[in-house]
């Protein structure tokens, strides 16, 4: 009786852990290997103004700068990765994430050591100084999570 209730605690304190909000708490501070399958995580961009950096954009396997980058899936691409030299992350509407340099949108992040782009709504004042005017008014991120491993 004791073990089975050791175990049904256990479980349900991994449910806990495995939560999609622990998840991403842990994901935004993280400094190890985030649990997923390469390719598991979705960022959905919206609110793009006069460029066309809309879309969804997927984990890729290579990392660059240390981070994960993100390319969106069009025939033109698109770009989601960060540029140490910058310390800034960058949105491209289209190239490759391991070698694109130019962006359309940038944001500086509020904790240097976490390896996903700022969620939510991105911020004028947070951008890169020398980036051509753009409306961020409603420029945001969203993350989905697929193919989580246990």
Known sequence: ???????????REWC????????????KGA????????????ITITGSDSVQCNGIYREQTDKRDGKLCFAREVERGGALYFDSKAN?????????PNTESGWNYSQTPDDPEDELPPLGKWEDSK???????????NFMLEMEMNNIKG
Do not use: F, H
């Open 16 to 27: 806990c852990e495995n939560t999609m909000e622990a998840r991403t708490k842990r994901m």
């Open 1 to 11: 009786k004791k073990k089975r209730k050791k175990k049904e605690k256990e479980e």
């Open 88 to 96: 800034a992350w960058k949105v491209c509407q289209d190239g490759n």
């Open 127 to 137: 951008k890169i100084s020398t980036e051509v005017k753009r409306d961020y008014q």
């Open 31 to 42: 400094k190890k290997p985030l649990s997923t399958v390469p390719g598991g995580i979705e």
